[in-house]
T-cell receptor, first 111, second 115 residues
Framework: GENVEQHPSTLSVQEGDSAVIKCTYS??????FPWYKQELGKGPQLIID?????GEKKDQRIAVTLNKTAKHFSLHITETQPEDSAVYFC??????????FGTGTSLTVIP | DAGVIQSPRHEVTEMGQEVTLRCKPI?????LFWYRQTMMRGLELLIY????????DSGMPEDRFSAKMPNASFSTLKIQPSEPRDSAVYFC?????????????FGEGSRLTVL
């Protein structure tokens, strides 16, 4: 089955700096890669996703890149703000039904 | 849309008791998932349903766990008997089930503590 690894497990950045979270996957059949943000006491919420037919996608301060050859994808948050502090999960899927999640990155943005 | 609704939000019970967690998916979604979240193991898929039919229950830890989806708008996850190691946050999620979208919508979770 699919194995998704995520790094780092914790990340602290100064407000205004950029944050990068990286994930690797093992199954070359995976073709959908969402990123979820989980705030304290809440369920994970989709923030951005990318499909295997594109290499990069951007939504305001958030971008995701995908390298299919190397089987890794990354989340980039620019101009970080305190409200970006949360746990971020990457995931991989090849059917739209089976989702395999990374272990999460706890991001702290220091004001 | 009210989103995925889970109940109870918090449950504290004693070892050996039966626990039932409930989920109402988003109307029109035909896939439903139960996840367990712990610090040690992150988000683990327990079981998922497609059109009310269990498709993959390989993540269900043992026979003490069971899940049902009697209709498109309701699902339960039952633990009987419960053990302290079952303490976790249990999330229900639903999805349109369309390969072209794929987004999972999570509920706010049920935090279970087994003493």
């Amino acid at each position: 089955g699919e194995n998704v690894e995520q790094h780092p497990s914790t990340l602290s950045v100064q407000e205004g700096d950029s944050a990068v979270i990286k994930c690797t996957y093992s199954d070359s059949a995976s073709n959908y890669f969402p990123w979820y943000k989980q705030e304290l006491g809440k369920g994970p919420q989709l923030i951005i996703d990318i499909r295997s037919n594109v290499g990069e996608k951007k939504d305001q301060r958030i971008a995701v890149t995908l390298n299919k050859t190397a089987k890794h994808f990354s989340l980039h948050i620019t101009e970080t703000q305190p409200e970006d502090s949360a746990v971020y999960f990457c995931a991989a899927s090849n059917t739209g039904n089976q989702f395999y999640f990374g272990t999460g990155t706890s991001l702290t943005v220091i004001p | 849309d009210a989103g995925v609704i889970q109940s109870p939000r918090h449950e504290v019970t004693e070892m050996g008791q039966e626990v039932t967690l409930r989920c109402k998916p988003i109307s029109g979604h035909n896939s439903l998932f139960w996840y367990r979240q712990t610090m040690m193991r992150g988000l683990e898929l327990l079981i998922y349903f497609n059109n009310n039919v269990p498709i993959d229950d390989s993540g269900m830890p043992e026979d003490r766990f069971s899940a049902k989806m009697p209709n498109a708008s309701f699902s339960t996850l039952k633990i009987q008997p419960s053990e302290p190691r079952d303490s976790a946050v249990y999330f229900c999620a639903s999805s349109p089930g369309d390969r072209n979208t794929g987004e999972l919508f999570f509920g706010e979770g049920s935090r279970l503590t087994v003493l």
